[in-house]
């Protein structure tokens, strides 16, 4: 049986799920998305993901043309129809068909599809030994141009970073903000661990807040672990006795060296193995059933 998606009110095969040329999603990146996961049989924080997703759209004026309780309920027919237990989710909400000009107004319907399936971000030995990032040369956008917290479908930005990491035989790109100061990887945020304190940079640096950074805060403080967001600098970063990154495909990745400079023992540290463990008990109860 084929991949089924859920394209505009519909489960149809992947191949029958056609996005028009004249889709301003594609023509200029206009629209908004989410990822999401799921752990046997549970949709991970849920709720929070179609939230930001509305969040995004209404900033630049996107009207979803569906309520969030349908939006949840469509994600999880999309995983039942493909009878996923483990899946990562796409949800994907486009301006629709216009003209070839940039007049959103010309856009009469949204585009909205979801794709359920599989991802592999990082080899399992990444999780186990860590990974080695750099610094790239293109710098995460002004917050001032676009928002960080809008998940828009233009991720050009991230792109170039991630293209300048793969020209350095590296599997992730730090990416700082105008200012010169830490923002996030590509697709992930990053935090160090300083003096037995979590830290990680500030949304008004220009990152995401991202939901497993959120997650990953929480746990902290469960765990007795002081945490808080600060400026930070690469020299913060070579320093730190260790450092990981988080996000929804990456869940929590270690990071054992940074430009060359190997962080604490070289090794994933006690603190980011415990994250991971706690992140892994936490899967198994915050999300949607299905």
Known sequence: MGLKVYFNGKMVDVSQAKVSI???????????????????????????????????????LLKIPMERTEMIQAVVNTLRANTLSNAYIRVVVTRGVGDLGLDPRKCRQPTIFIIADKIVLYPDAVYKKGMEIITVPTPRNLPEALNPQIKSLNYLNNILAKIEAANAGVSEALMLGANGYVAECTGENIFIVRKGTLLTPPAYIGILKGITRCSVMDLAAKAKMQAREEVLTRHDLYNAKECFLTGTAAEIAPIVKIDGRVIGTGKPGKATARLMRDFRQLTKTAGVRY
């Open 22 to 60: 004249y889709d301003h999603g594609l023509l200029y990146g206009d629209g908004v998305f989410e990822g999401i996961r799921s752990y046997n049989r549970l949709v991970f924080k849920l709720k929070e993901h179609v939230d930001r997703l509305y969040e995004s759209a209404h900033t630049i």
